[in-house]
């Protein structure tokens, strides 16, 4: 075929593809018209997963795993967006590192609104004005985000679901080269996992700590001399040019995201749950409360502690583990636990998901 032909071909698989979409779409809408009647929520983390699955699996290329579940991600995005205009809170502003991981989660189709801080998220979400909040949790270098831990205290929210994103961080100026560069701006996070970076290449540079890095964008667009550390994203956004790519110190940053909202997600055959819970205090308390997860073979993948801010030394743990809430095992983990310690509040059972996975 000549280079004609092979265009027509590709614009009758187009027009297939298309009117393809459209009746998937049509019986999304009767599958939500469906949930709407039962009092069911319209977006469904367990059915994300199991579509992603299935449409890698009948993949057989040339298009990468992550392309396909790129488009339909936009595609389901698509048709949640027509069976009810989902708004998803975040930890603002615009281009920010929770954006990005929003909308890898979401799609592009549906509604975004950004908070000023973590507090405002869970607070938009409580009060019903956005169906879900999207908020960081931990960064593989950094560690915990304790603001978001300390949240779910008083909090009745619930994790629905969770998202990694590989973070990449850039620095962004107007300028054209480093040695022009004399004061950096960014989040302190952001400056710890650049700090090998910064020392090597710009070590007199003045590092200007504030809220986040699209706030750090927003001033190097309008200051000489100015540069901000942050994702290329925002180098779009604000028309900033791109003077080092790929600068934080660890090649495998990633940041882990929580989706809450207001129920927790059905039980799949890969899941994960999050608990937290009080010990009394005497000796050996903590080792009580851990002895049911090991008895009864439940996997711990992830365990932290904050104080409680009412009483001195007394604290919360929390705990991620391998399981649904509703499974056997764990409602017997739960029990047990219930019985040595002050309290036990399950934060959410949801889909376990990985950075391999991407969306």
């Not at 929390?318 to 409602?331: I, M, Q």
Request: hydrophobic share 40%.
């Amino acid at each position: 075929m000549n280079l004609k032909e092979m265009r027509e071909k590709i614009n009758t698989y187009d027009t297939k593809i298309i009117k393809l979409i459209n009746e998937r779409i049509k019986v999304a809408l009767k599958i939500g018209k469906l949930k709407v009647q039962n009092n069911a929520d319209i977006y469904a983390p367990e059915r994300e997963k199991e579509v992603y699955n299935r449409v890698v699996k009948e993949n057989m290329g040339p298009l990468k795993d992550m392309s396909i579940k790129a488009i339909y991600r936009e595609i389901m995005s698509g048709a949640l967006s027509l069976e009810k205009q989902l708004v998803i809170a975040y930890l603002g502003p615009a281009a920010s590192y929770t954006h990005q991981a929003a909308l890898s989660k979401f799609g592009s189709s549906l509604d975004y609104i950004p908070m000023k801080n973590i507090t405002d998220v869970f607070t938009e979400v409580e009060k019903g004005y956005a169906d879900y909040g999207v908020v960081p949790i931990e960064n593989s270098t950094e560690g915990i985000i304790n603001h978001t831990l300390d949240m779910f205290v008083d909090s009745s929210l619930k994790i629905y679901s969770e998202v990694y994103l590989e973070i990449n961080h850039n620095l962004l100026a107007r300028e054209k080269g480093l040695q022009k560069i004399k004061k950096i701006y960014s989040n302190p996070q952001v400056f710890g996992q650049c700090r090998g970076w910064l020392q090597a290449n710009v070590p007199n540079a003045e590092l200007v700590e504030v809220s986040s890095t699209t706030r750090a964008a927003q001033i190097a667009q309008k200051e000489k001399n100015a540069a901000a550390l942050a994702g290329i994203l925002a180098s779009e956004l604000y028309g900033l040019r791109v003077i080092a790519e790929g600068i934080e110190d660890a090649s495998h940053n990633v940041t882990r995201f929580l989706i809450i909202g207001k129920r927790s997600g059905k039980k799949t055959s890969d899941d994960k749950t999050s608990i937290m819970f009080s010990v009394k205090d005497k000796v050996g308390a903590l080792y009580e409360a851990l002895l049911p997860f090991r008895k009864n073979n439940i996997n711990l993948t992830k365990i932290e502690s904050r104080p409680s801010k009412k009483k001195a030394w007394e604290y919360y743990f929390f705990v991620d583990c391998v399981g649904h809430c509703e499974d056997k095992k764990l409602e017997k983990v739960v029990g047990e636990l219930n019985k040595v310690s002050h309290f036990v509040k399950i934060l959410g059972s949801y889909p376990r998901s990985t950075l391999r996975e991407g969306i």
